[in-house]
């Protein structure tokens, strides 16, 4: 072949860059159809590089991972989860390895992800573990407050139940009295105290934020308390 003729051979079309936009959206793409199938070997493969996408971006996708194999789990398509006791953990351990310039606002939404996971998967001792390591991370956090304290009263054993309770009671100055954050933990208090057994305190402090805020409540909030009311004398 002549100059002249490689002259008119058009180059060939060079390979997106593994950090170029549309390589990292196709690795998206792979990731969700591969858990949409529960693939879990190839969203494990998959992840041993992740896409230079953002932290929250990978977050995101993780908890759209999380809640895939969690409804595998409750659908009965968990006869391969099993064969991955420590996949969550290996996908956290790649997130940081992959980018270890995290802040402490995503690390604190990482444990709850991963908490929320281990729950999913009816491993509610792993998920303490990433529910403690959360309220470390953001002690003052009232949504991260709330959310272990529903997951401690919901285990059996009644010391869970207590620390739930306690947990409540210690960290209510972080929500704003009449709010319906505050009436969220308010009625979750009521529950764990019926729950151990301590139904005349339970009565007592429902009379009383009823007296305080006979207005208050959304319709859903309402209901959950008319139902609690129902259990007192």
């Known amino acids: 072949m002549c ?34 199938q529960s693939h879990w070997e190839q969203v494990d493969r998959l992840f ?46 790649r997130l940081d390895t992959h980018q270890r310039q995290i802040s402490g606002a995503e690390q604190l939404r990482l444990e709850l992800i991963l908490a929320r996971w281990f729950l999913g998967r009816d491993e509610p001792h792993k998920a303490r573990v990433r529910f403690q390591r959360a309220m470390d991370l953001g002690p003052d ?24 309770v306690e947990l409540l009671v210690r960290r209510e100055r972080h929500w704003k009295p009449g709010s319906d954050d505050w009436l969220n933990a308010r009625i979750e208090l009521v529950k764990g105290l019926q729950l151990l057994g301590r139904a005349e305190e339970a009565c007592r402090l429902l009379r009383k934020t009823q007296l305080l805020y006979p207005a208050m409540g959304t319709p859903a909030q309402k209901k959950i308390l008319a139902e609690l009311r129902a259990n007192c004398p």
């Open 3 to 36: 100059s002249s003729d490689l002259a008119t051979v058009p180059p060939e079309e060079p390979l997106p860059s593994r950090a170029s936009p549309d390589s990292a959206s196709l690795w998206r793409l792979q990731v969700l159809a591969a858990a949409a």
């Open 48 to 93: 041993q590089d992740p896409a230079p996408l953002k932290m929250g971006d990978l977050l995101d996708l993780v908890d759209k991972v999380a809640k895939a194999e969690n409804m595998a789990f409750r659908t009965g398509r968990s006869h391969h989860v099993a064969n991955h006791a420590d996949f969550p953990e290996r996908i956290a351990r």
């Open 141 to 164: 956090n009232p949504a991260t407050t709330l959310e272990f304290a529903r997951f401690l009263l919901g285990l059996a054993e009644p010391e869970s139940r207590r620390e739930g």
